[in-house]
């Protein structure tokens, strides 16, 4: 924990990052509340809810509230310049984004976008909020860099809910799915350019989606996305073919179809289950707090199916337990990677989906990530932000001061194969 002479050598460092941002407040009296919020949240308070904060950084309540939910301040610009500090930071070549979402518990109906959903962090169709997020991963450590609400259908095509001033969504705020709000993310941060970024990584809620694949792929990046084993691939070319015309006066056909002769397709996890056992190579890579772990790994040259359709040739790698019995679980996973690139590096690039899940939990344990009791969606977006500026200020320090701070705040650092 936080004790008086920590913060005292604390606070200098946090003033200098904190200046960092000080362009996106517009006003004074915006800029010093965004000072005193950081403060509350990296001390050591039970619940950083907005009282607790402004009791313990003498602020009036009201007023830190306003700021959070009212103030017109550049939350966006924020997330540009953390993702620029971050690179500074923790930018290697080869970085990695990773994706993913969280669930927030909430007993109020009130709140933008809450209401009965299910929740992987809960695991359960629970009332709660949910937010997807985008995490950065290199050599040198990993943190969260951007945020999105997650808002239901249903919830938007509500009038009491969507219009109610205690959620205050804008009006411009269309339905988007966890995909479409991934994308946007994913996009944003490779445009930026301030994250040197060569992979994505995400499970399968993700990876299953082939536009979303396509999206990095023409970023110019290479992903080693977690698939469900029911997804279907080529192991060899399916031979599809142009047809000719049917007759002389037919139209000239353009879309391929298979041959008679032409292999079918196969789910990936039959083609791993049935690969013999030398083809299976075990590799020592880093789980978190949990210390280096020994996995088998194989992987395959194979052709992605499209919509139906042949798509591009990539990589099918799967991972399983040491030693594992016939019915182990199997993770499954597709890369666009190019066939020169190492079976070590790539995974351990598939293997890095534990860095958000350790992030989200530090965010939610040490700098209030889920402590929120705002309602509105301007309230939501500003305490979150403020939560990953916290989270990342933390790890800089930790980095830099080393193991005084290793027991609060635990930078990390991706598998290594």
């Known amino acids: 924990m936080i004790d008086d002479a920590d913060l005292a050598a604390l606070l200098p460092a946090l003033e200098g990052f904190h200046a960092r941002f000080a362009r996106f407040f517009r006003r004074t009296e915006g800029r010093a ?12 308070i039970e619940r950083k809810n907005v009282e607790n904060i402004a009791e313990q950084v003498g602020a009036p309540p009201r007023k830190l509230q306003e700021f959070l939910s009212e103030s017109p301040w550049d939350d966006e610009g924020c997330i540009g310049e953390l993702q620029r500090f971050v690179g500074e930071q ?13 669930g927030f518990a909430k007993k109020g109906t009130h709140s933008a976008g809450v209401g009965r959903q299910y929740s992987g962090t809960l695991g359960r169709v629970d009332n709660c909020q949910v937010g997807v997020f985008l995490g950065y991963a290199s050599p040198h450590g990993h943190t969260l860099v951007d945020r999105r609400l997650y808002l239901t259908e249903g919830w938007l095509a509500d009038p009491a809910k969507r219009g109610s001033p205690r959620s205050a969504v804008p009006e411009d705020v269309r339905f988007k799915t966890k995909l479409e709000l991934a994308a946007e993310m994913l996009t944003a941060a490779i445009e930026r350019g301030h994250l040197p970024v060569g992979w994505v990584t995400a499970d399968a809620a993700y990876g299953d989606s082939a536009d979303l694949r396509a999206l990095v792929a023409s970023h110019g990046r290479w992903y080693c996305v977690e698939v469900s084993g029911t997804t279907e691939v080529w192991i060899a070319d399916p031979a599809w073919v142009v047809p000719p015309r049917a007759g002389e006066a037919g139209r000239p056909r353009t879309k391929a179809r298979p041959r008679p002769d032409a292999i079918a397709a196969q789910t990936v996890d039959a083609i791993v289950r049935s690969l013999p056992a030398s083809e299976w190579i075990r590799h020592r890579v880093t789980e978190g707090e949990k210390g280096p772990r020994e996995y088998e790994f194989a992987r395959l040259r194979v052709v992605e199916k499209i919509h139906r359709a042949p798509g591009p040739a990539g990589w099918l790698m799967a991972r399983r337990p040491v030693g594992a ?3 182990a679980e199997i993770k499954c996973y597709l890369s666009n990677a190019p066939a020169t690139i190492a079976l070590a590096e790539m995974a351990a690039v598939g293997c890095l989906r534990w860095t958000i899940e350790e992030d989200f939990e530090l965010a939610k344990g040490e700098v209030g990530l889920d402590h929120y009791e705002v309602t509105k ?7 979150i932000t403020l939560s990953l500026l916290a989270l990342a200020f933390l790890k800089s320090v930790q980095r830099e001061w080393g193991e005084k701070w290793g027991p609060r705040v635990r930078a990390g ?5």
């Open 33 to 44: 509340f965004g000072r005193k919020y950081l403060i509350g949240l990296a001390l050591p």
């Open 90 to 102: 923790l930018g290697a070549p080869g970085g990695v984004l990773v994706l993913d979402d969280t």
């Open 325 to 327: 019995d016939p019915g």
């Open 377 to 383: 969606f301007r309230g939501w977006y500003h305490h």
């Open 413 to 417: 650092s991706p598998p290594a194969a």
